[in-house]
């Protein structure tokens, strides 16, 4: 019989046998496999292509295009040499640090509190928290420029209880740019951190404390520690978000807190000139993106997303 003699990958000579025909039947399964995935995926593929890889590719190519019609870097170079539009960006970063540092303070203490809960009351305190998620964002702004404004109820408060004697001015200012994005971030802030908490295994806290540490401590030393990649997902997520942030600053800041967003829709509504728009949009999403590699660096963000506690 004549044996008919295989190379592997190393080059080295291989008899045909049992142990080879597995291999290359398991490497011709695994390849049907991966077909068969791939045609699973491609209708997701797909999507992601059209909502997302084509408009990002077409921002990409509008950005360079000039007022003649033709390829030019003037949308960029405008940005460098106005000090404008530097400020507009120092502006949006200001806000959105801003609102998730006061996110951060407000949010994390009712998270804990809210993870100290039985799990009943927990979920009813819970609901709470999503009951702006199902309301318009629109009209949360709006209803918080009736309550905000000179002869809003709070200010009628104010005065009412001697808090105050003249109207004073919480909005149209970064005040009131603040109050409304503070309580439109804060969830997407508490329920990551929320998650990341209730994940955390209760017999670690019993062994801190076994072993003499006291609350505090046992909070410092390991509650908080585990609580810190869905704290980490949390700033990350309304970070970002406040960069994008349009309707709130819009209506609240009445024109005097000018972020990125509003500055893109003013060169589209005004002045019709997609290119500047779109050369801003692509600097903000280069922004993001490295805003994103920076906290890779730092802590693994699929731990992050994933709000383990442990």
Request: charged fraction near 10%; aromatic fraction near 10%.
């Amino acid at each position: 019989m004549n044996h008919v003699t295989y190379v592997n990958s190393s080059g080295t000579p291989m008899a045909r046998g049992p142990a080879l025909d597995n291999a290359l039947e398991l490497k011709r399964d695994g390849a049907k496999e991966r077909l068969g995935l791939l045609g699973l995926c491609s209708p997701a593929l797909l999507l992601v292509l059209v909502i997302m890889i084509i408009p990002v590719a077409w921002l990409f190519w509008l950005s360079f295009i000039g007022e003649d019609g033709g390829f030019s870097l003037e949308n960029y170079q405008r940005m460098i040499d106005s000090t404008s539009y530097l400020q507009i960006f120092k502006i949006t970063f200001e806000v959105s640090a801003l609102t998730t540092l006061i996110c951060v303070l407000a949010g994390y203490p009712l998270a804990y509190f809210l993870s100290q809960l039985p799990n009943r009351a927990a979920n009813l305190c819970m609901i709470a928290v999503l009951v702006p998620f199902w309301t318009s964002l629109l009209v949360r702004t709006y209803a918080w420029l009736v309550l905000l404004q000179r002869t809003g109820l709070i200010n009628t408060w104010g005065i009412e209880l001697g808090l105050w004697h003249e109207p004073i001015t919480i909005v149209h200012n970064l005040t009131g740019t603040l109050i409304g994005m503070v309580h439109i971030m804060l969830p997407f802030l508490i329920l990551p951190v929320y998650g990341s908490m209730r994940a955390i295994n209760g017999d670690y806290l019993k062994a801190a404390a076994n072993l003499g540490a006291g609350p505090i401590l046992v909070f410092w030393k390991v509650f908080f520690p585990l609580s810190l990649p869905g704290l980490f997902a949390g700033i990350l997520i309304v970070f970002i978000l406040c960069l994008g942030f349009y309707v709130t600053p819009a209506i609240l800041g009445g024109g005097r807190v000018v972020m990125v967003s509003m500055s893109i829709a003013s060169n589209i509504e005004l002045f019709v000139n997609w290119g500047a728009s779109s050369a801003l949009g692509v600097v903000l999403l280069i922004l993001t993106l490295l805003i994103l590699y920076l906290a890779s660096r730092v802590v693994r963000l699929d731990r992050v997303f994933g709000g383990h506690g442990q």
